[in-house]
Nanobody, 126 residues
Framework: QVQLVESGGGSVQAGGSLRLSCVGSGLSFSRVCLAWFRQAPGKEREGVAA????????AYGDSVEGRFSISRDNAKNTLYLQTNSLSFEDTATYYC???????????????????WGQGTQVTVSS
């Protein structure tokens, strides 16, 4: 059974940082394309960042480019998202997702991802 478990969310003041983690099990972690999505109340799920199987290629949503950084450690079956310069607009539930499509980073679309975590809440106060 595939499991993706996120952690690291919390409450932070505007301008602060958080490091999110996602541990995967039940899948060949080094062979899946991975991504972070987020969803705020009343809004659609939005692609935040994606990373290729070996971590050589990354892609970011326009709203986080230059502030967030995605990385992975295949030896630890762990995906990371370093979030910096957080603003109120970054408040959302953040989800880890895995795709068997090696090029999932090209589109960063929910349709391309078959496995999802339960989410971790990030709340930014202004």
């Amino acid at each position: 059974q595939v499991q993706l478990v996120e952690s690291g969310g919390g409450s932070v003041q505007a301008g602060g940082s958080l490091r999110l983690s996602c541990v995967g099990s039940g899948l060949s972690f080094s062979r899946v394309c991975l991504a972070w999505f987020r969803q705020a109340p009343g809004k659609e799920r939005e692609g935040v960042a994606a990373i290729s199987t070996r971590g050589l290629t990354t892609a970011y949503g326009d709203s986080v480019e230059g502030r967030f950084s995605i990385s992975r450690d295949n030896a630890k079956n762990t995906l990371y998202l370093q979030t910096n310069s957080l603003s109120f607009e970054d408040t959302a539930t953040y989800y880890c997702a895995a795709s068997s499509d090696y090029n999932c980073w090209k589109r960063l679309h929910t349709d391309d991802f078959g496995y999802w975590g339960q989410g971790t809440q990030v709340t930014v106060s202004s």
